[in-house]
């Protein structure tokens, strides 16, 4: 692992180089609260550098048959896998998360990731018509180009390589930026990259901060298109600052999800499930299901059972093997949940269980962001908390009447990513599935994901979709061909 002295450069033309500006930020490793490493603190004109390396890369990887970049990235995979232990440590130390998390959801999914749409290119159909007899049309699905990807800090590898996949896979190529609180595993990943033999310029990493690089990347004419995971209100000013050079825009972008739990629902089932959609990656996970709403006649046994088990997560040292909650990914956002934890019980919210940082963990973490798993309940359904995406380790538990009342109450927000509905009636799981607004709805389960199906949100969780065919479709552009008889 790096020491602080240790560098986190940029990945441009197939090179790991310092800043243009040479400056560096500290990078903080959440569970202890001092840095570990320095990160390039890029800007414009780095950005430049790499957009014109991605741009002189386009010709021939674009070019180069499916095959060939098949093979390519399938190596990236195998690489992946054979760096798991590497790439998990250093997702726990940028993160916070527990090392438990990293090693069995993050890497392997990035792996995942890398083999899906490697192997899905090499699968691809393409559409013919014939128009009475007078024309034959085809349509050819062309990469774009260069492409800007933006992600953020709660799944830093995970989310970076669902966009790196599919966009190298259809032939672009790319200029990528982590999260700034986030950076090192962006960095081992070019490192693998190189070694698998991608060719250089194909994927260039700036590091560096919103403002300075990713704006850059969103405004940059030789970039055409944005695909961007992050907050609703970065999100607007992605589409801001695409939308009159008319570039395509995929926006990933915040939830306040939905947890409905019926009282015919398996309750064990159903309260594993929703510690686990409340509590994963310590809440910062834009799927959770921060928001539980729970069928009256069940409600008392559900809160106290569910409480319960909030309460056995084991707390630590997100690098012990047995940590089940780890580290806040800031001192910034856990100030963030500190504010409404302390906003609930302005609103009249009672604390079912945690509510406070927890005592400290071990000598070497006794400076770190730790809160503990926080349920509140008795809060009025249409309250700020109830409303507000906290991203940490917060939830709510509010009762409910009928299912048209907890429809209501579910789709009665700015959001609509995703969702849970616990319930063993099929006709009712089926009828709730089709009325709750959200681009995903998880029945008797939570983050059961298949790779081929699409992925994304309504309202202010986002634009498009990512995820099997329709992430070759935005990373590809449709061209008909119509040929006179
Ligand atoms: O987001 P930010 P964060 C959401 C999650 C929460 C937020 C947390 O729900 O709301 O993201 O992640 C860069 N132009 N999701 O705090 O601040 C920034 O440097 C261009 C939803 O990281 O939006 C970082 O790399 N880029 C998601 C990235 O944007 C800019 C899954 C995200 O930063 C920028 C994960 C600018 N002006 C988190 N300003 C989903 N729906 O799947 C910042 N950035």
Partial sequence: MPTEQEKIRNFIDGKFVEPVGNRYLDNIEPATGKPYSRVADSDSADVELAAAAAEKAFPGWSRAPAVERSRILLRIADLIERDLEKLARAESIDTGKPLSLARSLDIPRAASNFRFFATAILHTESEAHITDGIAFNYTLRLPLGVVGLISPWNLPLYLLTWKIAPALACGNTAVAKPSELTPMTASLLCEICREAGLPNGVLNVVQGTGQNV????????????????????????????????????????????????????????????????SFANQGQVCLCGSRVFVERSAYPEFVERFAAAASKLKMGDPLEPTTEQGAIVSSTQLEKVKYYVDLAKQEGGSIALGGSAPDPINERCQNGYFFRPTVITDLPVACRVNREEIFGPVITITPFDSEEEVIGYANDCDYGLASSVWTQNLNRAHRVAEHIHTGTVWVNCWMVRDLRVPFGGMKQSGVGREGGDEALRFFTEPKNVCIAK
Avoid at 230 to 235: A, F, I, K, R
Avoid at 253 to 258: D, F, I, S
């Fill in 214 to 277: 990713g704006a850059a990347i969103t405004a940059h004419p030789k970039i055409v298109a944005i695909s961007f995971t992050g907050g609703t209100v970065t999100g607007r000013k992605v589409a801001e600052s695409c939308a009159p050079m008319f570039k395509k825009v995929s926006l990933e972008l915040g939830g306040k999800n939905p947890n409905v739990v019926f009282a015919d629902a398996d309750l064990d089932a159903a309260i594993a499930g929703s510690v686990r959609s």
